[in-house]
Structure formats: C-alpha cells, structure tokens
C-alpha cells in the first residue's frame, strides 16, 4: 500500500507528489486526464504576483513562490532533463484610463507612455503609461507539465492515469479508500488537489470559473514582454507563438470557445499591441480555473485526520506550485 495517494495530477498535485517522494514517501497520483480542460494545461504560465495586484498576505505568498522559482526549475530541469521555458522577462501591466493613470502615477514602479513605449516597441496608443514590473516573468506551463510528468516517473511515483475517483470511503473522522474506475484504492494518507472539480468528491466551496484563450504565431519575435493589461494579458514565448487570455466566465463546466470569447479577446488584444492583427491564429483552448472565497486556496487540515487540501489555487496554481508542495509536504511530514 503507499504512503501518500494524490486525488489530481495538475500542476499543484505532481508538485506535492515530488516533494513528498524527494523526503521518501511512496507516493501515487490518481488522475483522469494529465493533459485535459484543468487549469494547468490551459494556463498562460505568467508568474505575476505584482501585475495580479495580489494583496496583503497573498501577495507574500505569491512573491515568496516566485522567489522560489529558479531553484524549482533547475531541480526539475536535473531531474526530467527538460527545458521548462522559464523566462523572467519582466512584465508591463498598461494603463488604459486616464482616472487609473492618475491613480497609479504615484506608484514606484509606474513608468510614463514614452517609457513603456522603450521598454516593449510596438504598444498600441491606447496605453497611457504602465507599471514596469521586472521580477514577473512566465513559464512554458505545457512544457512544465511534460518536465514535471517526467520528473514524477523518474522518481517511481505511480501515475494511474485515465483513473476517475467516483467517491472518498469514509470511516468516522478518517478517509478509509477511494471508489475509482480502477476499483478501490487505499492508502496512509490522502492529498486533495482536483481542482474546479473539487466539489464533485467534498463540499467545499470551491466552483470553475472557465477561461478562453487562443495563440498566435509572431515571426518576428518583436514580443519580448508580457503585457498584463486589465481587460486581457498577451503572453510571448521564446519560440515565437503568443499566448493571448482569457475571458472569465461563470457559468459551470460549460465546453467550447465561443465566437464571441476569442472575438473579445482579439479585439482587446490587437488594441494593445495591434501587430497581432496581422499573425495567424494557431491554437484556441479553453480550461476551468478553481475558484476559492476571496481567491485564497484551500491548503492544510481538512475534515478527516488522514486528509489534506491543496485546492483553490484560482488564477495563480503555476505561481503558487513551489511554495504549495513545500508548505503541504512540510506540514504532512510533521502532522
């Protein structure tokens, strides 16, 4: 029987899967689709606590994951022998009204519409100046995922993959197995990190908040930033596709892109930065984020003294994956 049983194989559940491995636990993943609509793989893979305008203690958090980034990737970068595309690029987050613009004038970080315009060529003329922000930057989230994945099985952690979990068995104030398409599973312990599907195995309040998103091809890599603006972020990578997201639809699971989201998106987007008008169109996608109250994740103690949370990571669950694996393998190995 192993040590620890991980319900999800997204960013957040293979991240805590490694962690635990690396100080000895035996650990196996249950997951229903690596490569699905969850969050992970639909992900820009912007590291942006500053442009999110996190606050208070969230914003330490995501900082601190940000810091710990370089480390993270060259670990799993030894490990899977993989690039992950980290870039730390830097971040312009525009400002687009003349009322924000005078609010944010008096920030240390805001830069007038000439400097925005020398840091990043080609801003379209609705930009009124913008916040430099160079510690943000981005990872190539399908990429890290592929690392991650890799670095899993060179650790021997068990993927049952294609395997949904129907229900949690449940003995008074333990978690007594699983109920799967694989059969029961059990375990020592349990870590929860499904996602927007959280609901589907706990009542906790955690529910999906659908995002759209398309790609782009910019031959002449001219892109050298990601722009993070209010209605839109615009994502290059250093292959030459930009990444262009994402609406924020609350309204379940439902599938698809819509004419009207990618037309949303484009029109924003070309705003901005209006050499998009001319690249060709590559891939659209959409995915569904885990959204918990006032965007704070579920991490730590659950209901069952065998049971642990890592859910609700919302819009930040690339972000906050170094720091969620340290903090929740810290906190099992001492509870």
């Not at 009322?99 to 400097?115: C, F, L, T």
């Not at 007594?176 to 599973?185: E, I, M, R, V």
């Not at 169109?281 to 949370?309: K, Q």
Request: aromatic letters at 8%; proline letters at 5%.
């Amino acid at each position: 029987m192993t040590d620890v049983l991980v319900i999800g194989g997204g960013i957040i559940g293979l991240s805590i899967a490694i962690a635990l491995s690396q100080k000895g636990a035996n650990v196996t993943i249950v997951e229903r689709d690596l490569c699905g609509h969850g969050a992970t793989w639909a992900a820009a893979g912007m590291l942006a606590p500053e442009a999110e305008r996190l606050e208070g203690n969230l914003l330490d958090f995501g900082i601190r994951s940000r810091e710990m980034y370089p480390q993270w990737i060259a670990n799993l970068m030894r490990l899977s022998g993989q690039d992950c595309g980290y870039w730390c690029c830097g971040m312009l987050a525009p400002v687009l009204e003349e009322s924000d613009r005078q609010v944010m004038s008096g920030h240390p970080k805001y830069i007038s519409r000439e400097e925005s315009y020398k840091r990043q060529s080609g801003l379209g003329q609705s930009i009124l100046g913008s916040l430099w922000l160079p510690e943000d930057g981005q990872v190539n989230n399908r990429k890290l995922t592929q690392a991650l994945l890799t670095t899993a099985r060179s650790l021997s952690i068990k993927i049952l993959e294609g395997t949904t979990v129907y229900q949690i068995g449940r003995d008074r104030n333990l978690v007594s197995h699983l109920d799967t398409s694989a059969g029961k599973l059990q375990s020592d312990r349990y870590v929860l990190a499904t996602g927007a599907w959280t609901r589907s195995l706990m009542p906790l309040p955690i529910k999906p908040i659908k995002g759209q998103m398309l790609s782009v091809f910019d031959g002449d890599r001219k892109l050298q930033k990601v722009i993070y603006a209010p209605s839109c972020y615009i994502v290059p990578r250093q292959d030459g596709t930009i990444v262009i997201g994402a609406t924020v639809e609350d309204n379940g699971f439902s599938q698809g892109n819509t004419a009207a989201g990618i037309a949303q998106l484009l029109n924003r987007a070309i705003s901005i930065y209006p050499a998009i008008a001319d690249m060709p169109i590559t891939e659209t996608w959409w995915g569904f984020r885990p959204h918990a109250p006032n965007e704070v994740p579920l991490l730590g103690a659950s209901d069952y003294e065998n049971l642990v949370l890592a859910t609700g990571h919302y819009r930040n669950g690339i972000l906050f994956a170094p720091i969620t694996a340290k903090l929740i393998t810290d906190f099992m190995l001492v509870s």
